[in-house]
């Protein structure tokens, strides 16, 4: 099995259409690549909604220890964790309803991509938000 990502036109619409961003394993230091990322989006206009247990808040908003305590609707689940963790972060994602799953640029995993197929959510594996939301020119 190959992973495959949508094409440009579903991941554009998909981005325009979500407000909320849960980012699994957000870190609270300015020089971690997932908090330059999540500070660029939450500057674009999105909530991001930290989810770490080792954190108690990540720029200016509360961090959750795992996607199932996020009381709030979840659009994106975007994933900076190592690709290994992906199949269990992919069952927490099914429980809740969310429109897409976005693992981050270096973060794939096939197990995962296919427990997600049949969920309904948009799923992209190793691409960076960030970049994708610029270059589509998301508005």
Not at 9 to 36: C, E, M
Not at 60 to 89: C, H, K, M, T
Request: a negative charge; hydrophobic letters at 45%; charged letters at 20%.
């Amino acid at each position: 099995m190959h992973i495959q990502n949508p094409d440009k036109n579903t991941i554009r619409n998909g981005l325009q259409a979500s407000k909320i961003i849960a980012v699994i394993g957000l870190s609270d230091k300015p020089h971690r690549t997932s908090y330059q990322i999540s500070k660029a989006m939450q500057e674009a206009g999105y909530r991001i909604i930290p989810v770490n247990p080792n954190v108690d808040q990540v720029l200016g908003q509360r961090a959750y220890l795992s996607l199932l305590d996020v009381e709030d609707p979840i659009d994106i689940i975007n994933v900076f964790r190592r690709s290994e963790f992906l199949p269990e972060i992919a069952n927490e994602a099914k429980a809740i309803d969310a429109k897409m799953f976005w693992a981050q640029q270096g973060v794939s995993n096939e197990e995962a991509w296919a427990n997600l197929q049949d969920s309904g959510m948009i799923v992209v594996m190793d691409m960076c938000i960030k970049v994708a939301h610029s270059v589509l020119d998301v508005k």
